[in-house]
């Protein structure tokens, strides 16, 4: 299969993700094909040959002309002007893709809908075309499979639309939940919310250069010289090879902690609130399992599931929380599909389904649970009704996409 490893070692922006699968091959003439098609108003695509600490790379330019520069876009704006452009499926797929995850997080950080969510600087046509040419760059090059890097986000602090925040800013925060980060001594935003949503979009996983046969390579350029790195990403584009069960189509392999502890001394209600801290302190799964210990007494076993950087916060819960002495800790090999969050609209209203894709391509979806039960009450409709509503949407989607 053909992948794209994006590795961002200085980083991440869509301009920069964009110029990088250009110059590993990705035909300019062809790009600027796409943006007609998107009829943006006076918006060109321009690419050139820079340095950047003292490597070649390419840099892209959207010339945005005045029409398209006041224009302000929902979601529902963008999607249609993709849904026009008569794109391949998986490239307006995968764009629409990349602008719901990012309209998620906006929504996550303001506090309302995705529906509602304005998107500033994010609408803009230079954004629009970043993404979607980078998801059609991607379809020329053809990639299968795309996987990433840890991702350093830079530290100090940036301007945006709301003023001052720290790095990562709010919505690039939201969006590398759950994703590696590098840790970098370089200033500024390396790390943009438009190449965090591409990258969490479309990575199948996130890790060191998976086994693979280089066929091709390309280096994307930032806009500003770094101070201490080279404002540059580094895209691979080759083969997987056979080798490498961490890498192997629709699954990821990592290795994860569990701890354990044995109680006979706590009653019910301190060991459910052990394992509600747990949850809330970032476990990937906690529960209790009856046992019987030594002298026919009997005991609970608390178990904890956990990413290893969180292991000493966690004992540390458990040992506080608890009675427990000890806390026991295992590394577990662990399999995991890869997947995403997808949104989809019922007559309950947006519901989150979590979707994995197996090794073979094929598909399957779960609606979270909170959204679902959130939504029966204000409606006082069963439970079920608004999960099968939510399957159903799911299915209409994934079948106009072909991907049933």
């Known amino acids: 299969m053909r992948i794209a490893y994006a590795d961002c070692f200085s980083g991440c ?42 490597i070649r790379a390419r840099h892209v330019r959207v010339e945005v002309g005045p029409e398209s520069r006041k224009a302000h876009r929902h979601l529902h704006h963008v999607v249609a002007i993709i849904d026009a452009a008569g794109l391949e499926p998986r490239v307006a797929e995968r764009a629409r893709a990349v602008f719901t995850r990012l309209a998620e997080a906006e929504a996550a950080v303001h506090g309302t809908t995705v529906q509602k969510v304005h998107f500033h600087e994010v609408g ?36 945006c639309e709301h003023g001052i925040m720290p790095v990562p800013a709010p919505a690039t925060a939201r969006l590398l939940e759950r994703v590696p980060l590098a840790a970098c001594e370089e200033a500024g935003e390396l790390t943009t919310p438009t190449g965090a949503a591409l990258l969490t979009t479309l990575a199948k996983g996130f890790g060191p250069i998976p086994a693979m046969t280089i066929t091709s390579q ?52 301190l060991c459910g609130f052990a394992l509600e801290q747990a949850l809330e302190a970032g476990a990937l799964d906690a529960w209790a399992v009856p046992i019987m210990m030594k002298k026919g007494r009997p005991g609970v076993t608390l178990g904890v599931l956990c990413r290893p950087e969180d292991t000493a916060r966690l004992e540390a819960l458990l040992l506080s929380e608890t009675p427990t002495l000890g806390v026991r800790r295992s590394l577990m090999p662990r399999t995991t599909l890869a997947r995403r969050m997808q949104v989809v609209a019922t007559r309950f209203g947006d519901i989150r389904v979590k979707v994995a894709t197996g090794p073979g391509g094929e598909t399957r979806a779960a609606p979270e649970y909170d959204d679902c039960a959130a939504a029966a009450r204000r409606h006082g409709v069963p439970l079920a009704a608004v999960q099968q509503a939510a399957l159903r949407s799911w299915q209409d989607a994934d079948d106009r996409t072909g991907h049933g």
Not at 29 to 46: K, N
Not at 128 to 140: H, K, N
């Open 13 to 54: 922006a869509g301009d920069m993700f964009l110029a990088a699968l250009i110059d590993a091959g990705a035909p300019p003439d062809g790009l600027r094909e796409v943006v007609q098609r998107l009829a943006l108003p006076g918006v060109e695509l321009h690419s050139d040959e820079v340095k950047r600490g003292g």
């Open 218 to 269: 390309g280096w994307g350029a930032g806009t500003r010289e770094g101070k201490t790195r080279p404002n540059v990403m580094r895209v691979l584009i080759g083969d997987l090879s056979g080798g490498s069960a961490q890498w192997a189509p629709g699954v990821w392999q990592d290795t994860v902690v569990l701890l354990e502890a044995n109680l006979d001394d706590a009653p019910g209600q």
């Open 124 to 159: 803009a046509a230079d954004a629009i075309v970043d993404i979607v040419c980078g998801c059609a760059a991607l379809e020329m090059l053809g990639v299968g499979e795309v996987y990433a890097s840890a991702v350093p986000t830079g530290h100090g602090t940036v301007r």
